[in-house]
């Protein structure tokens, strides 16, 4: 984690949370793992879950594919409707397009804010029968709610309410591709 120093971003007040550097660490050691735990299963699907999940979900199949672990790509994205009440109702608007069934699945995903998201999508993705369902997620909020998942591999714990923008990332659909992330002053 870097030092403080602010950005405008959109004309609000952000710092930086976390360094290009920093992160490309935290992905070789993600997939360091990955590499070491399928390194004799039959070859992973990496689901993607788009849009956030972009940059980190690549960024992981290049290091994976540099080590040398045969994977397949697909992607799932989700939209949230009705975020400002109580919980939202979350709908699957692509994905995956490979068949699951029998299949390992390592979701990579950019944030776990509440967790409704991604519980929705572990309970969508137990009807394709998948071997197994593994989660690999680039930040986790500190007080995110219930999780019907574990979280097998883990970038950034403990990440604070503050909105965040960069690496995938966005403010009004903007600034995905900042490479390092910033968190917005409240």
């Not at 971003?9 to 360094?19: C, S």
């Not at 039959?42 to 993607?48: K, S, V």
């Not at 409707?81 to 979350?90: L, P």
């Not at 997620?137 to 709610?145: E, M, Q, S, T």
Request: hydrophobic share 35%; with cysteine.
């Amino acid at each position: 984690m870097s030092n403080k120093k602010i950005k405008i971003i959109d004309g609000e007040p952000f710092v930086k949370l976390l360094e290009q550097k920093d992160i490309v660490i935290k992905i070789n050691k993600l997939a360091e793992r990955i590499d070491i735990d399928y390194a004799h299963s039959d070859p992973p699907i990496l689901l993607i879950v788009l849009n956030g999940g972009i940059y980190f979900g690549t960024d992981l199949s290049k290091k994976l594919d540099r080590l040398g672990l045969r994977h397949q790509l697909d992607f799932v994205r989700l939209k949230r409707y009705g975020r400002d009440e109580e919980g939202g109702q979350v709908k699957i608007l692509s994905g995956p397009g490979q068949d699951l069934a029998g299949k390992n699945v390592i979701v990579a995903e950019d944030i776990v804010d509440d967790g409704q998201s991604m519980n929705f999508l572990n309970e969508h993705l137990k009807q394709f029968n998948p071997r197994s369902v593994e989660y690999c997620l680039f930040c986790l909020r500190k007080d995110h709610g219930p999780l019907s998942f574990k979280i097998k591999y883990l970038g950034f714990p403990d990440i604070g309410p503050g909105w965040l923008v960069g690496y995938g990332m966005d403010s009004n659909h903007y600034h995905r591709g900042l490479v390092d992330v910033y968190m917005k002053l409240t």
